[in-house]
């Protein structure tokens, strides 16, 4: 094989992958759109904080992918592997994770975000993550009204 075949390989690998990350990363994206209007109680608290926690969730996604972090044989939620990470890496030192805003929340995690942006592994999966994102309209159908 020569190495214009080993490219076109080697393409062809990518593509198919980037193909399948995609329908996955569109599919879990419905669902923690979903859960950022669930988070809201359906009113829409702004695209600053829909995006931030739609971010969030897909970093929590990443941890529990990659840690294969489970509780009692099921999978752990994105949220769940969130509030583990910053358990794990605060110890006793975090005493209320649920009296942190988001934005504590996130600044709490900046450990895990860079291990997450540095993930070459993730690289074509964050790109397809933003994509999702811009395409999802806040307005609807998970939201009933602007905050």
């Known amino acids: 094989m020569n190495t214009n075949e080993d490219w076109r390989d080697e393409h062809e690998r990518k593509y198919q992958q980037w193909e399948s990350d995609k329908a996955l990363i569109s599919d879990k994206s419905h669902k923690f759109y ?4 669930e988070k809201y109680h359906g009113v829409y608290p702004g695209p600053v904080l829909a995006q931030q926690y739609f971010r969030m969730l897909w ?3 990443y941890l529990r992918q990659k840690y ?3 509780h009692q044989f099921h999978e752990i939620s994105p949220q769940m592997a969130l509030r583990y990470a910053l358990i794990k890496q605060y ?7 649920d009296a942190l805003t988001q934005e504590e929340m996130s600044l709490a995690l900046t450990d895990y975000w860079s291990e997450f942006m540095a993930d ?3 690289k074509s999966k964050r790109y397809a993550i ?7 309209d806040f307005w609807t159908p998970g939201f009933s009204s602007a905050a």
Do not use: F, M, Q
């Not at 979903?34 to 209007?37: E, G, Q, S, T």
């Not at 110890?91 to 994770?97: A, N």
């Open 34 to 37: 979903a859960l950022v209007a």
């Open 59 to 61: 970093l929590g996604e």
């Open 68 to 70: 294969n972090w489970h």
């Open 91 to 97: 110890g006793e030192k975090i005493t209320d994770i």
């Open 120 to 122: 070459k592994t993730w």
């Open 130 to 136: 933003e994509k999702a994102l811009d395409s999802l």
